[in-house]
C-alpha cells in the first residue's frame, strides 16, 4: 500500500518550538507495507529537546523492535513506548545534545503504525488523530466518514482524571489573583508543580508517583475499500478547530474533481502534491483560529493520503 504523506509546522507566537514531526513511509527496506507517522508536542522548560529526542529516538526503537513489529505490533508499540521513556529518564545522566533534565518537562506522543490492512494508533496525552473515509466510487460531494481515533489525556477525562487523584494528585486550575484559570492540572499536594494538563506523557519524572503515565492507549483501525485520510496533530490545531472543520479542510484535497486530481499525472504524484496543500492549509487555518481565540501555540500536523483497494 502506498501512502502520501505531508507534515507543516508553525511555531505561531511562542518564544521556542516545542512541537516536533517524524514521518517513516516505507518504514523497512524490504518492503511489507510498514509505514510511521508520529508527532510530538513538549512542555516544560525542556520540552523541545524532550520532543526532538523522542523524533530521533523513534526510528532506532523501531528498528530494533521489528521482528516484534511483524509478529504483534501491539506488544512491539507498548515496548517501544517503554523503551523510549526510560531513555528520556536516563538522558538527565548524559552529556552534550542527549542531555536534559525530565523532571518538569516531557512531550506527548500521537503516533500511527500501518500494517497491510490495519493501522495502530498509540497516544499519550493531548496530541490527536482522526481518521476520514470515503467510497471509492464517491461524487464529490459525498460526505466523508470521520472518526476520532485517539483519547485526549486530560483531567477534563473523567477515567484520566480519578486514575491520577487515586494516585495522590490534586488537580485543580491555575491561580490569578485568587481567580481560578485556564485547564485543569495535575498538583503534587499543595505545591505548585508539576501542574500538567496532560495525565499521560514520555518524561515529566515528577509526575510519575502522581499516576501520570508513559503507557500508550492503542488502537487498531481495520481498513475498508475506499478513499482514506489521516491527520495526526498537536493541540495548537484542535484548540482553535473542532474533528470536522479539520476534516472538511483537509478531505478538501483529496476529493475527485478538486484540484489536481483531473491532471494526467500519477495516482502517487497526484496524491503528494494534495497531501502537502492539505497540510499547509490546515496549519493556516489552524493560526488563524488561534489568532481568534487569543491562544498563542505552536501547531504541528501530518495528513495522510490513501486508497485502499
Known amino acids: 500500500m502506498k501512502v502520501a504523506v505531508a507534515t507543516s509546522t508553525a511555531q505561531g507566537r511562542r518564544p521556542t518550538q516545542q512541537d516536533a514531526a517524524l514521518t517513516l513511509p516505507d518504514l523497512y527496506d524490504d518492503g511489507g507495507g510498514y509505514h510511521f507517522f508520529a508527532v510530538f508536542d513538549g512542555h516544560g522548560d525542556c520540552g523541545d529537546k524532550v520532543a526532538q529526542f ?82 471509492e466510487d464517491a461524487s464529490a460531494d459525498t460526505p ?23 494516585a495522590g494528585a490534586r488537580v485543580d486550575r491555575l491561580q490569578e489573583a485568587g481567580t481560578p484559570e485556564g485547564p485543569l492540572r495535575v498538583f503534587k499536594g499543595s505545591l505548585p508543580y508539576p501542574g500538567l494538563v496532560v495525565t499521560r506523557a514520555l518524561g515529566d519524572t515528577s509526575a510519575k508517583r502522581l499516576g501520570v503515565l508513559a503507557e500508550p492507549e492503542i488502537t487498531t483501525l481495520t481498513l475498508q475499500p475506499g478513499r482514506h485520510c489521516l491527520v495526526l496533530a498537536t493541540d495548537g490545531v484542535w484548540d482553535g478547530l473542532d474533528n470536522d472543520k479539520v476534516l472538511d479542510i483537509v478531505s478538501s484535497y483529496f476529493s475527485p474533481g478538486t484540484k489536481g486530481q483531473e491532471k494526467e499525472e500519477d495516482q502517487t504524484s497526484q496524491y503528494q502534491t494534495a497531501a502537502c496543500e492539505a497540510s499547509q492549509s490546515l496549519t493556516d487555518h489552524s493560526l488563524k483560529a488561534l489568532d481568534s481565540i487569543q491562544v498563542d501555540d505552536n501547531t504541528t500536523n501530518i495528513c495522510v493520503f490513501w486508497t485502499q483497494s
Open 54 to 135: 523522542a523524533k530521533r529516538q523513534f526510528p532506532l526503537a523501531l528498528q530494533e523492535h521489528k521482528p516484534l513489529i511483524q509478529s504483534d505490533p501491539i506488544k512491539a508499540l507498548q515496548a517501544i513506548f517503554l523503551t523510549l521513556h526510560q531513555a528520556v529518564r536516563d538522558s538527565a545522566d548524559k552529556s552534550g545534545p542527549e542531555q536534559f533534565d525530565p523532571y518538569l518537562s516531557g512531550t506527548t506522543v500521537a503516533a500511527t503504525l500501518f500494517c497491510a490492512d490495519k493501522v495502530y494508533i498509540a497516544n499519550l496525552g493531548d496530541s490527536r488523530v482522526v481518521h476520514g473515509v470515503q467510497p
Open 144 to 166: 466523508w466518514a470521520m472518526h476520532q481515533l485517539t483519547t485526549d489525556h486530560t483531567c477534563n477525562n473523567e477515567d484520566e482524571r480519578a486514575r491520577v487523584e487515586k
